[in-house]
């Protein structure tokens, strides 16, 4: 019995386990049933097959139930001890306690989520979670995902127009635009009009270096354009030449609020209609129902 064969213990699986610790607790196979929802022909089948991996009776019926061998006997501790590891194995596995964690959050996020998100998040985790590191990666919406699905990404943040069905998304909010400048610029702040718009100095940001964006689109699309004179990659460079300059800079809402009065900017509304965009996370499907990944998520928020 000490020293049962590989081929023997293929043979046991936690169901039989369940039903041996349920025979020695309850002495009667209907009960064991009831309690683990299955037949009384199914326990009889169970216990025929301890009884051969064993070698052993095991149990033994009398009027009063099922009266449990030596053998049973001996094994209980050691049987009831093999379950509760494993359980507790699988409570491990189910659940997480942030106090105690430890490990490094990867983020995949370009400049205006990472302006708007990852400060408040920073925050919350060194007072929930002082063990976990943040490492943001400034990836665009293709690289994001692709990171997402190599495991080299733990979320992805940002504006998605087509999510791969690989990744599960939750919109965290909804953006829209605010144009930024020098109160000496914007003296009809919060107003300005759309001749006046399109006669100042512009600033853009664009990750990737361009010289046209959503509102050269949609004032072109109205007959109008604007003198876009510096492309920055950034917000926050792009906050601080439009304070140095004079020049205009339109920008995510959520972005000028944040920071505009940090460099002395007023807001104003863009004189355009511009369309808004979902900001979302995402992750991948396969922490769908993983403790940690929940977690987190719940801790990106704007607020």
Not at 171 to 183: A, F, I, Q, T, W
Not at 236 to 257: I, R
Not at 290 to 297: E, F, G, I, Q, R
Request: proline share 7%; aromatic share 6%.
């Amino acid at each position: 019995m000490s020293d049962l064969s590989n081929s023997k213990l293929r043979r046991l699986d936690l169901t039989l386990l369940l039903i041996f610790l349920g025979l020695l607790r309850h002495r009667k196979s209907s009960a064991v049933a009831l309690d683990l929802g299955l037949t009384q022909s199914a326990i009889s089948q169970a216990l025929r097959r301890l009884r051969d991996v064993f070698g052993d009776e095991l149990f033994l019926r009398r009027p009063h139930g099922m009266e449990p061998t030596a053998t049973a006997l001996a094994l209980e501790v050691p049987v009831a001890d093999a379950v509760n590891v494993l359980r507790g194995a699988l409570g491990t596995a189910r659940s997480f306690e942030p106090t105690i964690a430890s490990g490094v959050v990867r983020l995949a996020a370009l400049h205006a989520e990472q302006a708007v998100l990852i400060p408040g998040l920073f925050a919350r985790l060194r007072h929930a979670a002082p063990g976990l590191a943040l490492s943001i990666l400034p990836k665009g919406r293709k690289e994001a995902v692709q990171a997402l699905k190599e495991d080299r990404a733990d979320f992805a943040l940002g504006f998605f127009r087509d999510i791969p069905n690989y990744c599960s998304s939750q919109v965290l909010y909804n953006e829209s635009y605010l144009v930024v400048g020098r109160p000496d610029i914007l003296i009809a702040a919060p107003n300005i009009s759309l001749e006046a718009y399109c006669a100042a100095d512009h600033l853009l940001t664009a990750p990737g270096g361009g010289r046209q964006g959503i509102v050269d689109t949609r004032l072109a699309q109205i007959g109008h354009k604007r003198r876009v004179l510096l492309s920055l990659p950034a917000f926050l460079p792009a906050l601080a030449a439009t304070k140095e300059s004079g020049a205009l800079l339109t920008l995510p809402s959520k972005v000028a609020l944040k920071f505009a009065e940090q460099f002395g900017l007023v807001t104003v509304q863009p004189p355009l209609e511009l369309p808004g965009f979902p900001v979302s996370i995402l992750w991948h499907r396969r922490n769908d129902n993983d403790p940690k990944t929940l977690w987190l998520k719940n801790q990106i928020s704007p607020s």
